[in-house]
Nanobody, 124 residues
């Protein structure tokens, strides 16, 4: 089970840090990801991290602004969000691809487990 937190209301140019904690141990085979869904839009890939190697991949729209990281001891991933703009407003979901074995994927359908989502709203 994944529990996301850290969302909120922030002004454009501001920062937030999202957290996603797993209730159990995250295994080395996992790839963990962040996705987001804005109103009336499809869920889109944001960033992903291989649990074993810490290799990351980011969507072009967030490169240099949003950074994914992990804390192995805490079974937690983070999304540091800087230089936020109103276009970043969405519900942010964390997800786990349990049998990835180092293959990072960007399609939501490849992830089996999902957190409940946390709302991020950026005002202009």
């Amino acid at each position: 089970q994944l529990q996301a937190s850290g969302g909120g209301l922030v002004q454009a140019g501001g920062s937030l840090r999202l957290s996603c904690r797993a209730s159990g141990r995250i295994h080395y085979t996992y790839v963990m990801g962040w996705f987001r869904q804005a109103p009336a839009k499809e869920r889109e890939f944001v960033s992903t991290i291989d649990w074993s190697s810490a290799h990351t991949e980011d969507a072009d729209s967030v490169k240099g602004r949003l950074t994914i990281s992990r804390d192995v001891a805490q079974n937690t991933i983070y999304l540091q969000m800087n230089s936020l703009s109103p276009e970043d407003t969405a519900i942010y979901y964390c997800a786990a691809d349990r049998d990835a074995f180092g293959v990072v994927r960007t399609m939501a359908g490849d992830y089996e487990s999902w957190g409940q989502g946390t709302q991020v709203t950026v005002s202009s």
